[in-house]
């Protein structure tokens, strides 16, 4: 079957310090990979995303590269701010046709100043 | 922008009572879904719709049921709420080329 299963938390950095965040996956065929971001009182909002192999998604400093040969998907940024304090999710769909996602237990991220 | 409403932020609710939570969205999405969130937890997928009138069983759907009467609504329903099922729940549309939105959530408690 599909699962994610990522890093437990909380992870606390300081400000401009390197984050990773790591994922790895259990998937038939050949899954589209996600990280979605939720901030305190809101919804999720998708960071970034890779739908086949040695994809990298990016987005506002966040990099992950979907490696099949090792199933992950580790976020990574290499300065964070402050405002970057969230939850951080990550998670996989079968294929391209945007079914069901299955989702890991998420990462609390604080950063201090 | 895709939009996905959830019609109320926060709810409080008795126990043994039948609750609805409602989900719109505004862009022709084929794909619903209805997440639950908990610490610790992540999302569990309650149930999810492909279709007008099409609903199918998630992970976890024991006490609640689904309605998916046109294309845009699809309602959660909690038929006699219960104090294990206190939690924040998502909903989500979906469509292939435009990705997944979420609606920003529902905080139930159930007392």
């Known amino acids: 079957g599909n699962s994610v299963t990522q890093m437990e938390g909380p992870v606390t950095l300081s400000e401009e310090a390197f984050l990773t965040i790591n994922c790895t996956y259990t998937?038939?065929?050949?899954?589209?990979l996600f990280w979605y971001v939720q901030y305190p009182g809101e919804g999720l909002q998708l960071l970034l995303k890779?739908?086949?192999?040695?994809d990298k998604g990016s987005n506002k400093g966040f990099e992950a590269t979907y490696r099949k040969e090792t199933t992950s998907f580790h976020l990574e940024k290499g300065s964070v701010q402050v405002s970057d304090s969230a939850v951080y999710f990550c998670?996989?769909?079968?294929?391209?046709?945007?079914?069901?996602?299955?989702f890991g237990r998420g990462t609390q991220l604080t950063v201090w100043p | 922008d895709v939009k996905v409403t959830q019609s109320s932020r926060y709810l409080v609710k008795r126990t043994g009572e039948k609750v609805f939570l409602e989900c719109v969205q505004d862009m022709d999405h084929e794909n619903m879904f209805w997440y639950r969130q908990d610490p610790g937890l992540g999302l569990r997928l309650i149930y999810f719709s492909y279709d007008v009138k099409m609903k199918e069983k998630g992970d976890i759907p024991e006490g609640y049921s689904v309605s998916r009467e046109k294309k845009e609504r699809f309602s959660l329903i909690l038929e006699s709420a219960s104090t294990n099922q206190t939690s924040m729940y998502l909903c989500?549309?979906?469509?292939?080329?435009?990705?997944?939105?979420f609606g920003s959530g529902t905080r139930l408690t159930v007392v």
């Open positions: 989500a549309s979906s469509r292939v080329n435009y990705g997944y939105t």
């Open positions: 890779a739908t086949k192999a040695d």
């Open positions: 998670a996989l769909s079968e294929g391209s046709t945007l079914g069901r996602l299955y």
């Open positions: 998937a038939t065929g050949y899954p589209s």
